[in-house]
């Protein structure tokens, strides 16, 4: 058997192997294609750290989803490949998002004749973070997720390792409790 052949029969049983979720294969396969996805992590946006950040998270994506990996439709190198793209889409819709926000924030910080004066901002502010701080854990990280950095329940219940229906439940648990919190507090000054 030529060389070729025991590589490609080689890369068909780290697939197979993987897909039964084994972790040597998903070992060998790291190994094997973790510089491949970090080189396109990095082309792609052009930032080391981010590059190993996304590198990592196609490998966790790829042993929990490794039940999609099908030998017969196409290699494990492009069933990576697959997911790196969506990882780094992942990375510049973040991006694009944090453009959003801080130019938001500077567009807040200019006055306005409309704007509340900055001691109210403050005052909004602080009571927002001390009604988020009451909430709790994991409900108050769920919520500044879902609100502040726009991701959407399945994400964040990724993000947070939590089933998505106990995501859901926080999310709306949590902004629940808040309303009543800041409809109490308005209450108390009006």
Known sequence: MSTEAEAGTDVDDVAVRLRAGSRDALEEAWTRWSGLVHTLAVRALGDHHDAEDVTQQVFVAAWRGRHTLDPTR????????????????????????HVRDAEAVAREALPTSHAPPPDERLAQRLL??????????????????????????????????????????????????LRQHLEEVTDDHA
């Not at 492009?78 to 998002?97: N, P």
């Not at 950095?149 to 926080?170: F, I, Q, W």
Request: no cysteine; charged share 25%; net charge positive.
């Open 74 to 97: 196409g290699s494990v190198a492009g069933w990576l490949v697959g997911i790196t793209r969506h990882k780094i889409a992942d990375v510049h819709a973040q991006r694009a998002r």
């Open 128 to 177: 927002l973070a001390d009604a988020l701080a009451r909430l709790g854990e994991p409900r108050a990280t769920a919520i500044r997720l879902a609100l502040v950095d726009e991701l959407t329940h399945e994400e964040v219940a990724r993000r947070l390792d939590l089933p998505l229906g106990t995501v859901k439940s926080h999310i709306r648990r949590g902004l629940l409790t």
